[in-house]
């Protein structure tokens, strides 16, 4: 199985520096853009996938809906692939947070308060691979979050949590294919 990860589009709350966690979001018209782009960019690079697979956050559900609607591909909602929980920090603007705190916890068990953390999403990560026929020569498109992308590359990869969350996925398009444990990397629009 072939995944091609995807990071929703970007929001209005992110142009505020607000921490959206497992709140709904909204796009930006910049991020709908971009995933337009991607999408453009997907329907003449690669034979089209198989379907999307996208968190049913709003954020991610229109970047899907933007995404099979230009590529007439189907897509289903899933929760497991949702970004990671901020608790007590969603809704808030970054400059509100109180970072020494939440640092001085260990980077795998880091939460905010009522919150999930890195190692949770792991969990979360194993429970969907576990979910999907991951044995296929299928190619799938996921379209999620920062944090659950990153650690779904750590569980599949057996890369650290650390390594993880500082691969900049942000500027491509990141492929996993998950029968070799292999990733790789074409730029984005």
């Known amino acids: 199985m072939k995944f091609l990860l995807l990071r929703h589009g970007s929001t ?8 959206l ?23 003449r690079l690669f034979p089209l996938p198989v379907g999307i697979i996208s968190s049913d956050l709003a954020r991610a559900r229109e970047s899907a809906i933007i995404l ?5 591909i189907p897509f289903a909602l899933c929760d497991l692939v949702r970004e990671r929980s901020a ?10 947070i109180d970072w020494t705190v939440y640092k001085q916890q260990p980077l795998e068990h880091r939460r905010h308060v009522g919150g999930e953390s890195f190692l949770d999403v792991a969990a979360r990560a194993t429970v969907f691979l576990s979910s999907i026929d991951t044995s296929t020569d299928s190619t799938l498109i996921l379209v999620s979050h920062h944090v659950f992308i990153a650690m779904l590359l750590s569980v599949v990869l057996d890369w650290s949590i ?5 691969y900049d996925f942000s500027q ?7 029968n070799k444990k292999h990733v790789s990397c074409i730029a984005s629009p």
């Open 21 to 43: 966690g497992s709140l709904p979001g909204t796009l930006s018209s910049a991020g709908k853009e971009h995933i337009a782009l991607i999408a453009s960019r997907l329907s």
């Open 68 to 72: 099979s609607s230009a590529l007439r």
């Open 87 to 96: 608790g007590a920090a969603e809704g808030l603007p970054t400059s509100q």
């Open 12 to 19: 209005v709350e992110a142009e505020h520096d607000i921490i």
């Open 172 to 178: 491509s398009l990141t492929i996993l294919d998950t």
């Open 162 to 166: 650390e390594s993880a969350l500082a």
